[in-house]
């Protein structure tokens, strides 16, 4: 049923000076990294990506950074307070191939290291960019080091690892590397370039878009894509890139609450 | 042998999106034409942009959802933006809400060269300001609106009616005597509740909204039921269709075609084709030629 389970908090971890993750006991069944959850605080409803999915434990855990109203109110929970979950929806990212590079920008980290985690452990080479703006931002490096993926670092001001951005050090990486495939999922603007050089590379590639949602559960419209008219919530939120060229909306503009366009900056 | 004439719209099949099922954007309804769809009706919009309300807006409930999506819309001069890129592969609908019968008529002015028929939303649960329901459970109100936007326009004009009335005989009469073209009923029943019983919250940010899927179906059978001995305009049956029987039923009721909404949640949008195919096959089985054979059978 497509109603919020409450949940305790169970752990909480500061990832960086914005970005906290929350840990739920969860039955985990067929989870799928770059899948979603709909965070409920009895105050509002946002979704949120996946960032850790653990079928030993039996938890998952959602990465939040704090950037406005409801993302305070979330980072000022505790353990043992409660949020409403429900979920998980959407299409996540299919694993296959031998050696993956995946591409996570700021918070577009958290299905990247979820993803991460369970190729490793189907025994598949995973090299990933993580780019932030400054070093302490960087996010998830230990539990990516856990993990035996390949770490390659990236920020803004050149405070860890490369300086500038991560398409340039993904253009670099991908033409020294022979890779079965390309994940990502960041800001749009990012995503897009990303985007431009897999396809100059022709490289299998999936990417995570973010759109706003109210129902998600594929009923509203609010999160439709032209001009397919796609639903984010249910075909999305992770599409190959042949879906993404027919896709014309990608890197261009989003709907907000009342459906009126922005422009992607 | 699926097509019908609604009100001289040629319709390839008897299956329409209803209204405030992902259609808020061109893209989306498009899809719903290249899915199969009749006909496709737009989510209802109104003269400025609608936050509608704060999240959660949906939640599911034994047979169907309760939402309170509060009419979000970015409001008539952007949706006439959206209305031009329809790809016209199948008619389009125009759903309007509005407070007052100006609003209505001005809406649906501005409107009516970019679609085919306009649907009047006086029977929306949940809305504020004087809309939605507030309009349509009042006949004389219901008669206000329809007239003078009959006025106004002159492709065909339907209204969607409210299964939250006394007497829905009464508000269909009052319609099709101010001059609606075709009713379309019903909207979603209530509104409903559904309190998370862990915390004692309410789920749904509004607290209340309609309620909508294969729960309210037996009550939206018996108004389409009911209205077909008193009215001689066309009805557009909807409320919980989820396969080719579902609109068999409202077939047999009195509907010349169907909405489907809520179903797209548990089907997507290949249920426009199954439902197709199923009445198809039925149709061949049964021997009928054409769906008109059908409508109103249960009243012989």
Redesign the interface.
């Given at each position: 049923m497509n109603v919020p389970k409450i949940v305790k908090i169970k752990q909480i971890i500061n990832e960086s000076p914005t970005v906290k993750t929350f840990i739920f006991d969860w039955a985990v069944k067929d989870e799928i990294p770059g899948q979603f959850m709909m965070i409920w605080n009895f105050n509002d409803e946002k979704p949120m990506s996946i960032s850790l999915i653990d079928p030993v434990k039996n938890e998952i855990g959602i990465s939040i950074r704090n950037i406005g109203e409801f993302t305070n109110q979330v980072h000022n929970l505790h353990e043992g307070d409660e949020l409403g979950l429900r979920g998980p929806y959407g299409r996540g990212f299919h694993i296959a191939g031998s050696k993956i590079l995946a591409v996570g920008g700021g918070i577009g980290m958290a299905p990247v290291i979820a993803f991460c985690e369970k190729a490793t452990r189907m025994g598949i080479e995973v090299h990933i960019i993580s780019a932030a703006t400054t070093s302490n931002e960087l996010l998830f490096s230990s539990r990516i080091d856990r993990s035996g993926a390949k770490l390659l670092t990236c920020t803004d001001d050149g405070t860890s690892g490369f300086c500038g951005f991560g398409t340039d050090l993904a253009e670099k990486t991908l033409s020294e590397n022979d890779y079965d495939m390309v994940v990502s999922c960041g800001p749009e603007v990012m995503m897009k370039k990303l985007f431009e050089i897999v396809e100059n590379y022709r490289i299998p590639a999936q990417f995570s878009m973010e759109r706003y949602m109210k129902c998600g559960m594929g009923l509203c419209g609010q999160c439709c894509v032209d001009n397919v008219g796609w639903r984010v919530c249910v075909e999305g939120p992770v599409f190959w890139t042949d879906e993404l060229r027919m896709i014309s909306e990608f890197g261009q503009y989003r709907r907000d609450s009342s459906g009126v366009k922005h422009k992607i900056p | 042998m699926l097509e019908i004439e609604l009100c001289g719209i040629k319709m390839r099949s008897p299956t329409m999106l209803a209204a405030?099922?992902?259609?808020?954007?061109?893209?989306?309804?498009?899809?719903?034409g290249r899915s199969g769809a009749g006909a496709v009706v737009t989510?209802s919009f109104g003269l400025n942009?609608?936050?509608?309300y704060?999240?959660?807006?949906?939640?599911?409930?034994t047979g169907g959802?309760i939402?309170a999506?509060g009419l979000?819309?970015?409001?008539v001069a952007?949706f006439k933006l959206e209305l031009e890129k329809l790809d016209k592969s199948v008619p389009a609908i125009a759903s309007l809400y509005g407070a007052n019968q100006y609003e209505f008529s001005e809406i649906a002015s501005e409107v009516e060269n970019l679609v085919d028929a306009i649907e009047l939303n006086v029977s929306c649960p949940h809305a504020m300001g004087g809309c939605g329901s507030a309009i349509g459970q009042d006949p004389h109100l219901t008669a206000d609106m329809v007239r003078t936007v009959k006025k106004s326009v002159k492709i065909p004009v339907f209204v969607k009616l409210t299964p939250n009335v006394t007497d829905i005989v009464e508000i269909a009469q009052y319609a099709e005597d101010a001059g609606a073209d075709a009713l379309t009923m019903i909207n979603s029943v209530g509104p409903g509740m559904?309190i998370?019983v862990?915390?004692g919250?309410p789920?749904l940010?509004n607290r209340f909204g309609g309620l909508s899927g294969p729960a309210i179906k037996p009550i939206a059978i018996r108004c389409v039921f009911d209205v077909f001995e008193s009215v001689d305009i066309p009805i557009i049956g909807v409320g919980g269709i989820g396969d080719h029987n579902d609109v068999l039923e409202f077939v047999y009721a009195g509907a010349r075609c169907v909405q489907i909404?809520?179903s797209?949640?548990y089907e997507?949008m290949d249920i426009f084709t199954k439902i197709n195919n199923g009445l198809r096959r039925f149709m061949d089985e049964k021997g009928y030629g054409s769906l008109d054979e059908m409508v109103g059978i249960a009243h012989d």
């Open positions: - | 405030g099922i992902l259609g808020s954007a061109a893209s989306s309804l498009n899809w719903a989510k942009p609608n936050k509608g704060a999240n959660p807006t949906t939640v599911e409930v959802i939402n999506i979000s819309n970015p409001g952007n559904k998370d862990e915390t919250i789920i940010k909404g809520t797209i949640m997507g």
